[in-house]
Each structure stands twice: as structure tokens, then as C-alpha cells.
């Protein structure tokens, strides 16, 4: 129970500090060099040049009626932490531009463009984290995607495209637009980064009909764990025995070079592993 209770605490605490990040972005980035990172608080954005509506009040409006539409077509999975990330996130927003208003932190659009992208990212992916949203495209990508072939996250993309593009054509300037899919790019790098981490490992598979003596010089030479396991050719039908070994980046370079010495001919495959758990290896935290 104390557990369950310090997990949702927790939660509700990395929904908050990235709603507070996310407000940062815009107020102190995008907002005042109209740069639209897509999505309900793109559309803010350009409410609130034309109009001065407050762009966390326009992000509310949008999402209510979005809201009620995820809750019918989705089910109830936009839950209370839902509701929370774009209240907070919302709230702040109006409150850092109008109650306790921060000086703009650059007047190079480019720096906004970057800095807003990537602190925006950064937020987004905490609110995640807390199991928490922020609405607007990613709720449109899932209804989308419940009615046709498209994936969320290409229907997440076509809509933010969508915004972006009408800023660009509404404030009759190309280059907003170009900083606006700068940013949106910038943006889900850093929600990956912030969800995934960076890759501080590699996992490496070796295919060769030396298998054994490929792992017996890994395991002597570099002290790395290796597993055996077995496969079968596609073409030929031939059972293979295949290499899995998991290893620091710079550790890499020596595995091949002791593989290609064994059997220059052997199939490696390297690709990144972004958590490992067992001796020998920090688990992220």
C-alpha cells in the first residue's frame, strides 16, 4: 500500500515539474518569437497573436472537447493524471506570461527555436514519465490511428505538420514555419532522450561457424559474459550457433577485431541496448 502510494506521489510530482518545463519552454522561448511546435499549444499560439487569447486558456479550450472525444472513442484510459498534465501545464503558461510574466530569454529566433524545442521535449517527456498527457495531437493520433491505417505516431506528425504549416501561411512567414518543424524535431528527440535515456551499451550478435571458440576468446580475453544461442539459416536450413554478448561502447571495437580474427567471415550485428540489468551493469534509476 506504501508502495503503491509513494509511486503515485512520485508520479504526480514528475507530472508537475514537467508541466513546469514545458511552461518555460513557452513563455521564455516560443511564445514570444511566435514559434509553433505543433499541436493545441501551437494553435495557442497563434490565437493569442491575433487575438491575445491566453495560450493556456486556448490549449483548455482545445482539449475539452478533445478530451471527451478520447474518453468515447478510447475508453477511459485519459484518466485523472491526464487531466492534471494539462491543467498544471495550462496553468502555468498563463501564469508565467500574465501573473508572474518572464522576460523573453533570447531575441535570436534560432536560439528560441532550439532551446524551446528541447526544454519542450524535456517536459513533455517527464509528463509522460508520470504516466500523465498534454492532449492535443497525440489524442487526435490515436483516434486516428483507432480508424484507419496510419500509426499514432504518424498521425501525430501529419496533425503537428498541419499546425505548423497554417502558422507559417497565417503569420505570412515561411521561416516561422521552418523554425516550427526545427523545434517539433528538436522536441521528440528530447522526449526520447528523457523516456529512453542515452544508450550507454551495445548489444552484439556474432553468426559464425565458430561460434564456440568466438565466445571462449571473448570470455577470456575481455571478461564479458557471452551467450550460445542456437538458430537456423533461412536458405540453407543449416543450424547456426550465434553469438549474443552485451558490452560497454568502447569495448566494441575489441569484440569485432576478436571475432574477425577468429572467422573473417563472421555475420556481426551491433545495435544499441538503453537498460540492462545484471552483474556487472548499472540499472538506470
Known amino acids: 500500500m506504501q508502495r503503491s502510494a509513494g509511486r503515485s506521489v512520485f508520479s504526480i510530482l514528475l507530472i508537475i515539474a514537467g508541466a ?3 511552461a518555460l519552454a513557452y513563455s521564455l522561448f516560443l511564445i514570444p518569437h511566435n514559434i509553433v ?3 493545441a499549444g501551437g494553435i495557442g499560439i497563434i490565437l493569442n497573436h491575433f487575438f491575445q487569447t491566453p495560450v493556456g486558456l486556448a490549449i483548455v479550450i482545445i482539449n475539452i472537447p478533445l478530451f471527451v472525444v478520447a474518453v468515447r472513442v478510447l475508453g477511459k484510459s485519459y484518466g485523472v493524471k491526464s487531466v492534471l498534465g494539462i491543467i498544471i501545464s495550462s496553468a502555468l503558461i498563463d501564469l508565467f506570461d500574465y501573473v508572474l510574466p518572464l522576460e523573453r530569454a533570447t531575441d535570436n529566433p534560432i536560439l528560441a527555436c532550439i532551446f524551446g524545442g528541447l526544454l519542450l521535449g524535456a517536459g513533455l517527456g517527464l509528463v509522460f514519465r508520470g504516466g500523465g498527457s498534454t492532449g492535443g495531437s497525440d489524442i487526435v ?5 483507432r480508424y484507419s491505417n496510419l500509426s499514432t505516431g504518424t498521425a501525430m506528425l501529419l496533425v503537428d505538420a498541419c499546425v505548423i504549416s497554417a502558422a507559417g501561411i497565417s503569420f505570412r512567414n515561411f521561416e516561422l514555419a ?9 522536441q521528440t528527440r ?7 535515456g542515452i544508450s550507454y551499451t551495445r548489444a552484439m550478435f556474432i553468426i559464425s561457424d565458430s561460434a564456440p571458440s568466438i565466445s571462449r576468446a571473448i570470455t577470456g580475453t575481455m571478461n564479458r559474459g557471452v551467450t550460445l544461442l542456437h538458430g537456423r539459416g533461412g536458405h540453407t536450413g543449416r543450424p547456426r550457433q550465434i553469438v549474443f554478448t552485451v558490452m560497454s561502447k568502447r569495448e566494441v571495437i575489441r569484440a569485432r577485431e576478436v571475432a574477425r580474427a577468429i572467422d573473417p567471415k563472421a555475420f556481426i550485428i551491433v ?12 540499472p538506470r534509476t
Open 20 to 22: 513546469t518545463v514545458m
Open 271 to 282: 545495435t544499441d541496448v538503453y537498460d540492462v540489468l545484471g552483474e556487472g551493469f548499472r
Open 141 to 145: 493520433g490515436q483516434v486516428i490511428n
Open 190 to 196: 528530447a522526449v526520447d532522450l528523457v523516456l529512453e
Open 37 to 39: 511546435p505543433g499541436g
Open 178 to 186: 521552418l523554425y516550427g518543424f526545427l523545434s517539433l524535431y528538436l
